[in-house]
């Protein structure tokens, strides 16, 4: 499988190792950066790109699914979810990795590299790449309802305001 990966200078020792780590395991991996630590880097435009590149692949026929973290992950979660496509899940457990995966079929996940040691962050992308999504009707009827408001601004029939 392929894996985008981006942090910020919060999340490099973690880049670093996941680079090693998954690549180890037979993933190809691609590092949407930082390449060197600069404490003043921003983390949308690394974070935007690997997204951007996971939902590229994946409409492309390419098995893929993308990693961003950084300090608390919740940034990086946000920049990450502006990609239209992108369903990222900010994880902190494994039960939230294994789910984010079988009932929201996310395609990025994001941690927060401060708030976990680097076994812990390691253990839940393991999990989250791991796990299948389940295809049950109602997650699938969700995730639909998602992709329609993302491109209409609406969802047809749950009287949801466009504006």
Same mark, same amino acid.
């Given at each position: 499988?392929?894996?985008?990966? @981006?942090?910020?200078?919060?999340?490099? +020792?973690?880049?670093?190792?996941?680079?090693?780590?998954?690549? @180890?395991?037979?993933?190809?991996?691609?590092?949407?950066?930082?390449?060197?630590? +600069? =404490? %003043?880097?921003?983390?949308? *435009?690394?974070?935007?790109?690997?997204?951007?590149?996971? &939902? +590229?692949?994946?409409?492309?026929?390419?098995? =893929?699914?993308?990693?961003?973290?950084?300090?608390?992950?919740?940034?990086?979660?946000?920049? =990450?979810?502006?990609?239209?496509?992108?369903?990222?899940? %900010?994880?902190?457990?494994?039960?939230?990795?294994? %789910?984010?995966?079988?009932?929201?079929?996310?395609?990025?996940?994001?941690?927060?590299?401060?708030?976990?040691?680097?076994?812990?962050?390691?253990?839940?992308? +393991?999990?989250?790449? @791991?796990?299948?999504?389940?295809?049950?009707?109602?997650?699938?009827?969700?995730?639909?309802?998602?992709?329609?408001?993302?491109?209409?601004?609406?969802? *047809?029939? #749950?009287? &949801?305001?466009? #504006?």
């Amino acid at each position: 499988m392929r894996i985008h990966i @981006a942090t910020d200078h919060a999340g490099l +020792d973690l880049s670093h190792h996941l680079i090693t780590h998954l690549r @180890a395991a037979g993933h190809e991996v691609i590092d949407h950066g930082p390449q060197t630590y +600069d =404490a %003043l880097d921003d983390y949308p *435009a690394f974070c935007i790109n690997a997204a951007q590149a996971t &939902v +590229d692949d994946l409409e492309g026929g390419i098995e =893929a699914l993308g990693v961003v973290f950084g300090g608390s992950g919740n940034g990086e979660q946000m920049a =990450a979810n502006k990609v239209t496509g992108a369903r990222a899940a %900010l994880v902190w457990n494994l039960s939230t990795a294994r %789910l984010a995966r079988e009932h929201n079929d996310a395609n990025v996940i994001s941690i927060g590299a401060r708030e976990h040691t680097i076994e812990e962050a390691t253990g839940f992308i +393991d999990a989250f790449i @791991a796990e299948p999504f389940s295809d049950e009707e109602r997650h699938v009827r969700r995730i639909r309802q998602l992709g329609e408001y993302e491109i209409t601004g609406t969802i *047809a029939g #749950k009287n &949801v305001d466009g #504006k």
